[in-house]
């Protein structure tokens, strides 16, 4: 494996292991403090990862993409499902 390739991708993961040590101690806070919340943060962080996978697919759909009207078709369907 290309040593630079890891590098990359271990500064790439910083942000996102930050993330979620910070939602981790808000997990243990909410354990030690008895509030019962751990199983409702569980589920959120499991829909948001789903959410944001889905999202960044489409966009690089969208941006992978060379033809105006596939770009036109998708900014049209992003617009008229705002307006709902």
Not at 7 to 29: D, E, H, Q, R
Not at 32 to 44: A, G, N, T, Y
Not at 67 to 75: Q, V
Request: charged share 10%.
């Amino acid at each position: 494996m290309d040593k630079n390739w890891w590098l990359n991708y271990l500064k790439g993961m910083v942000k996102p292991v930050a993330a979620l040590a910070v939602v981790l101690l808000a997990m243990m806070l909410s354990y030690f403090q008895k509030l019962e919340l751990e199983k409702d943060m569980i589920h959120s962080i499991f829909r948001s990862f789903i959410q944001l996978s889905i999202i960044g697919f489409v966009l690089q759909f969208i941006f992978s993409q060379t033809s105006i009207a596939w770009i036109c078709l998708a900014y049209l369907f992003m617009c008229l499902n705002l307006c709902n």
